[in-house]
Nanobody, 120 residues
Framework: QVQLVESGGGSVQAGGSLRLSCAAS????????MGWFRQAPGKEREGVAT?????NTNYDDSVKGRFTISRDRNTVYLKMDRLKVDDTAMYYC????????????????WGQGTQVTVSS
């Protein structure tokens, strides 16, 4: 059974930093594409960043230069710097067999999410 558990969310002022973690278990983590997505109230879920099993990364334009996705043995991370109020959302970790883009519909496995709130 695939299990993804996010942590690291919280409240921070604009300009601050947070690091999200997602612990993965129950499948061959090392062979899967991992991604971070977010959903703000009243908005659709959107892709933030993905990282392939080989370490190739892809970012949404809105976070390029501010967010960094990385992975190690069984955890994927999202380091978020220079946070903006617009980054406020529930952040979700997801996994899929390969990285084809940032579309949430392409990812099969999801965590429960961790809230990030950025205040001005």
């Amino acid at each position: 059974q695939v299990q993804l558990v996010e942590s690291g969310g919280g409240s921070v002022q604009a300009g601050g930093s947070l690091r999200l973690s997602c612990a993965a278990s129950g499948y061959t983590y090392s062979r899967h594409c991992m991604g971070w997505f977010r959903q703000a109230p009243g908005k659709e879920r959107e892709g933030v960043a993905t990282i392939s099993s080989g370490g190739n990364t892809n970012y949404d334009d809105s976070v390029k230069g501010r967010f960094t996705i990385s992975r190690d043995r069984n955890t994927v991370y999202l380091k978020m710097d220079r946070l903006k109020v617009d980054d406020t959302a529930m952040y979700y970790c997801a996994a899929d067999y390969q990285c084809d883009g940032l579309r949430p519909a392409d990812f099969h496995y999801w965590g429960q999410g961790t809230q990030v709130t950025v205040s001005s």
